[in-house]
């Protein structure tokens, strides 16, 4: 019997890529520099995606990451510009930018009252909090979950240790972790204990080791097993 659902955030509850390429642009035009949109977010994306496995890792840090994030993006495109510099004022128009995916707002109203609902990200705690509440969607939320307040990133299953410690009379068995991230979300929660619903919103081959004990491309599916 499941008692606690816990939700990704970025990507699964928010949609960060939207959010990153509004953020991208309004920053790009902030210092003057010309902005294309599709191979200029290729490039982030090629960058920053392997940088957070780093961090799922333990092998590197978020502030590691802020410091050589924009540096290497700027170097990967040819642009003289200062990473850091762009990294702090990026952060910055993050944290107040919160875009829904679809089908998240309705999902968390249908789950608010049958479960124990919980978001856990990887991320900053004040910046997921803020933004969680421009999307409308902390009110639902019993707990609001993040490695920097914890201590861990998933997929360390003392990440989960730490969040069930404020579940009590909750035991792993009965949560489902839900997220996009195979290594981060769905092999974090299993190796927890917890059962798992991979949320694979870009449609990708399902890997022949994939664990996840549900798989879905959108989150009304969600309704259909929880």
């Known amino acids: ?6 939700l990704d955030v970025d990507n699964t509850l928010l949609d960060f890529d939207l959010c990153a390429v509004r953020v991208m642009r309004q920053c790009f035009e902030e210092f003057g520099l ?7 977010y290729d490039t982030f994306t090629r960058i920053n995606n392997p940088l ?15 410091r050589v994030r924009w540096t290497l ?15 702090k004022r990026f952060l910055a128009l993050l944290e107040t930018t919160a875009v829904p995916v679809p089908g998240a707002p309705e999902l968390v109203s249908y ?4 479960y124990t609902l919980c978001a856990a ?12 509440t421009l999307a409308g969607i902390a009110p639902y939320l019993a707990h609001i979950f993040v490695s920097e307040a914890l201590g861990a990133n998933k997929p360390d299953i ?8 404020s579940l009590p009379g909750i035991r792993a068995g009965e949560c489902v972790m839900i997220g996009d991230s195979l290594t981060a ?11 798992t619903i991979w949320f694979n919103h870009d449609r990708l081959p399902v890997p022949a080791d994939c664990r996840a004990t549900y798989i879905v491309d959108s989150l009304d599916e969600i309704r259909k097993i929880l």
């Open 121 to 132: 990200s990887n991320a900053f705690y004040e910046q997921q909090i803020r933004r969680l």
């Open 52 to 66: 957070w496995e780093q961090i799922e890792r333990g092998e590197l840090t978020r502030e590691e990451l802020f």
């Open 111 to 114: 789950l608010q009252g049958k």
């Open 1 to 6: 019997m499941i008692k606690a659902v816990f």
């Open 158 to 165: 003392a990440f989960f240790n730490a969040c069930l410690a």
């Open 73 to 87: 993006i700027f170097r990967a495109l040819g642009i003289d510009f200062d990473g850091p510099t762009f990294e």
């Open 185 to 195: 979300d769905i092999a974090g929660g299993v190796n927890a204990g917890m059962q």
């Open 34 to 40: 010309a902005f294309e949109t599709s191979m200029y």
